[in-house]
């Protein structure tokens, strides 16, 4: 049921029962929910915020590379993908997006906060010391600014699927239709498997309701 939240990477921040929570299912994490200062609907939200975004990326993704080829199907991310994250996130009551790793970005308004390299950079060293990029997970519930009460990131792997519009060689087409849009583009020359960047997600302190009378 967890699926996207394998082996935790546990953090000085990372309070254990929201780990915990990550590592059970929803049913068993009742009693821990009640036991903690976290409330499940937060990362309930979190998870379903992350599955939902990526799946529908991939699969808008996949089916627009087919009904208009890779130029437009760079053109479709262009346009939909920032649009798909702000619906996707107000569907949950979450602010969600991806970042790339440092230096390999495509849309510059995609980079990093500093609060996220920071993650990503961690994410780095444990892929270059063998860890798998889709298994990087932080989650955050303490130490955060006052209008956030929850921050998540996950590794984002390379796939086949994205090679031809981030790998080594992508075909002209893509290219051109990158080299339009994105001028100062450095987000080719991935490998499968490499780590792409991750997902984010925060939750904003104000929808996070204590439970009331
Ligand atoms: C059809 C071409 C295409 C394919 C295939 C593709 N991407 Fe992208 N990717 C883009 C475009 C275009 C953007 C910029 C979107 C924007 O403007 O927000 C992007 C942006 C990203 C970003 C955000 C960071 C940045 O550099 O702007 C990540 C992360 C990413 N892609 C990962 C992937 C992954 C993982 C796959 C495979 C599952 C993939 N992409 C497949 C075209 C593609």
Redesign the pocket.
Same mark, same amino acid.
């Given at each position: 049921m967890n699926r996207s939240f394998p082996r935790p990477i546990v953090r000085r921040s990372v309070v254990p029962a929201v780990i915990a929570l990550l590592l059970v299912g929803a049913t068993s994490a009742q009693s821990l929910v009640e036991a903690s200062l976290v409330e499940a609907s937060p990362l309930d939200r979190v998870q379903s915020a992350a599955r939902a975004f990526s799946t529908t990326?991939?699969a808008t993704?996949s089916s627009? +590379?087919a009904e208009d080829g %890779?130029a437009g =199907?760079?053109?479709?991310?262009?346009t939909e993908?920032?649009k798909i994250a702000e619906r996707i996130g107000a569907e949950h009551g979450v602010r969600i997006g991806?970042?790339?790793v440092a230096g390999?970005?495509?849309?510059?308004?995609?980079a990093a906060a500093d609060w996220q390299a920071v993650v990503l950079a961690g994410f780095q060293r444990n892929v270059a010391a063998g860890a798998k990029p889709g298994e990087q997970i932080h989650v955050q519930v303490i130490d955060l600014p006052g209008d956030v009460s929850l921050r998540m990131m996950r590794g +984002?792997?390379?796939?086949p %699927?994205?090679? =031809?519009?981030?790998g080594r060689s992508p075909p002209s087409d893509?290219l051109q239709?990158?080299a339009r849009?994105?001028p100062a583009d450095t987000?080719t020359g991935f490998d499968a498997g490499d780590l792409?960047?991750?997902?984010w997600v925060e939750v904003p302190a104000i929808a996070t309701k204590e439970p009331g009378p």
């Amino acid at each position: 049921m967890n699926r996207s939240f394998p082996r935790p990477i546990v953090r000085r921040s990372v309070v254990p029962a929201v780990i915990a929570l990550l590592l059970v299912g929803a049913t068993s994490a009742q009693s821990l929910v009640e036991a903690s200062l976290v409330e499940a609907s937060p990362l309930d939200r979190v998870q379903s915020a992350a599955r939902a975004f990526s799946t529908t990326l991939k699969a808008t993704l996949s089916s627009r +590379i087919a009904e208009d080829g %890779l130029a437009g =199907a760079v053109g479709f991310c262009h346009t939909e993908a920032p649009k798909i994250a702000e619906r996707i996130g107000a569907e949950h009551g979450v602010r969600i997006g991806r970042v790339p790793v440092a230096g390999r970005q495509r849309n510059p308004a995609n980079a990093a906060a500093d609060w996220q390299a920071v993650v990503l950079a961690g994410f780095q060293r444990n892929v270059a010391a063998g860890a798998k990029p889709g298994e990087q997970i932080h989650v955050q519930v303490i130490d955060l600014p006052g209008d956030v009460s929850l921050r998540m990131m996950r590794g +984002i792997a390379v796939e086949p %699927l994205c090679l =031809a519009c981030h790998g080594r060689s992508p075909p002209s087409d893509a290219l051109q239709a990158i080299a339009r849009y994105y001028p100062a583009d450095t987000a080719t020359g991935f490998d499968a498997g490499d780590l792409r960047g991750a997902l984010w997600v925060e939750v904003p302190a104000i929808a996070t309701k204590e439970p009331g009378p």
